[in-house]
């Protein structure tokens, strides 16, 4: 599967942003989705992830209460909610697909990775 991330910008404190992932071929549904944050000069986290199944989503504490997630498999995309923006959440994010995942908070469980876009959040 290959993915495609859009969405980023540049948003406010306090502002919102939503970010989607689109993916290509006919087992999207089949896929665990990931939202993972690079920032400058720290290493790639965890931001949160949906099941194949819908059934489990993971968050990092971060992001909790803040940025939710959730598919659409008839359009194959899976998207990022993201709101009461901070500094800290300024970053690359990238999206990432795990066959029959359960939603892992690793990076080494998603076999496939999309190209990443920049959100910067800024006064």
């Known amino acids: 599967v290959q993915l495609q991330a859009s969405g980023g910008g540049l948003v406010q404190i306090g502002g919102s942003l939503r970010l989607s992932c689109a993916a290509s071929g006919r087992l999207f549904s089949r896929y665990a989705m990931g939202w993972f944050r690079q920032a400058p000069g720290k290493e790639r986290e965890f931001v949160l992830a949906?099941?194949?199944?819908?059934?489990?989503?993971n968050y990092a504490d971060s992001v909790k209460g803040r940025f939710t997630i959730s598919r659409d498999n008839a359009k194959n995309t899976v998207y990022l909610q993201m709101n009461s923006l901070k500094p800290e959440d300024t970053a690359v994010y990238y999206c990432?697909?795990?066959?029959?995942?359960?939603?892992?908070?690793?990076?080494?469980?998603?076999?496939?990775w999309g190209q990443g876009t920049l959100v910067t959040v800024s006064s």
């Open positions: 990432a697909a795990d066959l029959y995942g359960s939603g892992s908070m690793s990076k080494g469980g998603y076999q496939h």
């Open positions: 949906i099941a194949w199944s819908g059934a489990t989503t």
